[in-house]
Structure formats: structure tokens, C-alpha cells
């Protein structure tokens, strides 16, 4: 006869509630950030990372993309820190051009009031990742009038 090496009994298996995987709907679509397309440039109008941490800039970068990828895209876009474009800006309203490469007709946009309300980060949405292109601290992609003029 096999003497049993158990020496507790197996668990219940019934299901631990607060075990259980979330799940998500259509609408808890979250974002991914990627650098793949990045730029790290102090060639005018962008900045370098370099430059954006000599600047005091990094802390609130990296507390932005925190929030951009830790609520839903329906909540980030609707608080404004991510604005989508559809396209590429046209030249009249922005000083940055589209890097060889990437097309003018993809979903442009801006992760902005990134440590006040000019700097911004100028990327596009494929699927749910936001693909970081350029640091834009002076507002230079996209401009808008100021709105109390």
C-alpha cells in the first residue's frame, strides 16, 4: 500500500472572486505607448529628451503617459490630455514636418498640458498604441490662437 505524500487535503475549488481576471469591454480600450517612430532631435522645432530633462520636463512627461495609459481612451480623450486629429497637420497650422516614412493621413494627435498648457507631445494612434514622433514644448504642432484674444 502507497503511503499519500499529501499532507494537507486539496483546496476547495471553488473560485476566489478576487482572483478572477478583469474583463474588458469595447469601450475599456487602453493605450500602449511606443517609441518606434521616435525622434530625439533638438533640430528646431523639437526637443531631445536630453533637453526636456535639463528643462525639468521628464517628471511630467513620464506622469502623463501614466494617465494616458492607465484610464481608457474614451476618458483620456474626453479630459483633453489626448487630442486626435485624423492627419497630419497642413503647414499653415504647424511648424514640424511628417517624417519620411510615416504618412500625413494617419490619426495625428497630441498628448498635451504636459506640465503647463503649451508643451505636447506629437504622435499618432494605430489601434490602441500612441506612437511618441516629437517632444514639442512651445506648441509649435497643431497652433492654435491663443482663445482670450
Not at 17 to 24: A, E, G, V
Not at 87 to 108: A, I, T, Y
Not at 127 to 147: A, E, M, N, Q, S
Request: hydrophobic content about 30%.
Amino acid at each position: 500500500m502507497m503511503k499519500n505524500r499529501r499532507s494537507k487535503s486539496l483546496k476547495d475549488s471553488t473560485p476566489n472572486p478576487d482572483s478572477r481576471d478583469m474583463k474588458t469591454t469595447a469601450n475599456d480600450n487602453f493605450i500602449n505607448i511606443s517609441f518606434k517612430y521616435f525622434k530625439d532631435t533638438d533640430k528646431s522645432p523639437a526637443q531631445s529628451i536630453s533637453t526636456w530633462s535639463n528643462e525639468d520636463r521628464i517628471l511630467d512627461m513620464m506622469l502623463a503617459l501614466k494617465y494616458i495609459t492607465s484610464e481608457n481612451i474614451t476618458k483620456v480623450q474626453s479630459t483633453e490630455k489626448l487630442s486626435l486629429y485624423k492627419k497630419f497637420p497642413p503647414k499653415d497650422k504647424n511648424d514640424f514636418s511628417c517624417p519620411d516614412g510615416l504618412q500625413e493621413d494617419l490619426n495625428w494627435g497630441t498628448i498635451q498640458n504636459i506640465g503647463g498648457q503649451k508643451s505636447r507631445i506629437a504622435g499618432f494612434l494605430k489601434g490602441t498604441t500612441f506612437y511618441l514622433v516629437y517632444l514639442d514644448r512651445d506648441h509649435r504642432f497643431w497652433i492654435t490662437k491663443p482663445r482670450n484674444t
